[in-house]
């Protein structure tokens, strides 16, 4: 018998430096046919920024708001707004969501990307639009348990809280998630409006708080609504009466009542909803900021709150009146019943009561001064 040893020899060779590296999602989808930007909230998630703010830092896009937080905005992509862009949240358009879904609200933390697309759509989307898309990818698709919570107070008494979570079984076969937020703001902001010296008529600009006067009313049907003065240093214009339905929390797009409609360049006074009819003042005249306190040229409206597209109609029985801007009493409710503030240079310096549909006077103030309010203290 004989037995044979073999031996070998491994020789250790040194390699150089090995970087292994991988493409994240957002690379992958940046590299698309379809022309995309991706950003990547992660990076910016602990600064004090907003979805907004994120947004206009991208060449090509601009994200204007109306107002504070909560307020209408209008998206521009490419030159491109209003129809042109639709919005997405994980693939869905934000369409089935509600009006408590918008891009103005929805916290960072609740974000893993946001993908705009310029022009054609990805087939995933199945939708498509002349200017692009946008669409907020959520943490929704992540392969771990999390849990997020964030706050932050600003100006205006802000108020910002979101908490994001998710709970994966150690078998990865179900999951149990929720994504929720509050937002809430005073938003009352210095703004610059012509004020009304209640002694000489005469109008001059102050700094005022946004809510100083009475221009929003709570109708008898829940619904919230606001008159809008669309004063410029030149002007008026794009003056309109818009509301927020009972249990909403966007305005309703299908609801307007516009100045413009009824003479080119004036402006609403205040606004009263009673019994689904709503009430308020438009001017007869361009607004014209010499003659706007003296001109007795403002004629007060009825509109069905339920068929607001069929206009309004004059209110029989009162006479023009001046326009009484700052004064949250020309229309005013007491014990039920509409009384309406008419002063002009007929010698009316009275309130009118309405009656089945026409106004008589209650009671007229000859010498004195201008009536500038009327309340009842006794309930």
Wanted: with cysteine.
């Amino acid at each position: 018998m004989m037995t044979v040893f073999l031996s070998a020899q491994i020789d250790s060779i040194k390699l150089n430096e090995i970087t292994v590296t991988a493409e994240s999602k957002a690379d992958k989808i940046r590299k698309n046919a379809v022309k995309t930007e991706v950003i990547d909230a992660k990076s910016i998630r602990q600064l004090p920024v907003d979805l907004t703010q994120m947004l206009n830092n991208i060449s090509g896009v601009r994200m204007r708001q109306s107002g504070g937080l909560g307020a209408n905005y209008t998206l521009l992509l490419n030159g491109f707004q209003g129809h042109s862009i639709r919005y997405f949240k994980d693939g869905i358009p934000t369409d089935y969501l509600g009006t408590i879904f918008s891009l103005s609200s929805v916290p960072l933390n609740s974000i893993q990307r946001v993908e705009i697309y310029r022009g054609i759509l990805p087939a995933d989307l199945g939708a498509d639009a002349l200017g692009g898309a946008v669409n907020i990818i959520t943490q929704e698709n992540s392969q771990q348990s999390f849990l997020d919570i964030s706050g932050n107070l600003g100006s205006f008494n802000t108020h910002r809280f979101s908490l994001n979570g998710k709970w994966l079984n150690l078998s990865k076969t179900f999951y149990v998630g929720a994504s929720s937020f509050y937002n809430h703001s005073d938003n009352n902001y210095k703004v610059t409006v012509p004020v009304t010296d209640e002694v000489t008529a005469n109008i001059k600009f102050e700094k005022l708080l946004l809510f100083h006067n009475q221009m929003w009313v709570l109708g008898d049907d829940g619904a919230l609504c606001f008159c809008s003065h669309g004063f410029y240093p030149q002007g008026a214009k794009g003056s309109a009466i818009i509301r927020i339905k009972k249990n909403e929390t966007d305005f309703d797009k299908n609801w307007i009542v516009k100045a413009d409609d009824y003479t080119q360049g004036t402006t609403f006074g205040n606004v009263a909803v009673k019994d689904g009819k709503l009430y308020t003042a438009i001017g007869s005249e361009a607004v014209n900021f010499k003659t706007i306190g003296t001109a007795s040229i403002y004629d007060y409206y009825e509109f069905d709150v339920n068929n607001i597209a069929k206009g309004g109609t004059k209110i029989k029985g009162l006479s023009p009146t001046q326009y009484a801007f700052q004064n949250g009493h020309t229309i005013v409710n007491i014990k039920g019943d509409l009384y309406f503030n008419v002063s002009n240079n007929d010698g009316l310096n009275a309130y009118y009561k309405l009656e089945n549909g026409t106004a008589k006077m209650a009671f007229n103030v000859k010498k004195g001064g201008r009536i500038v309010g009327f309340a009842s203290l006794v309930e």
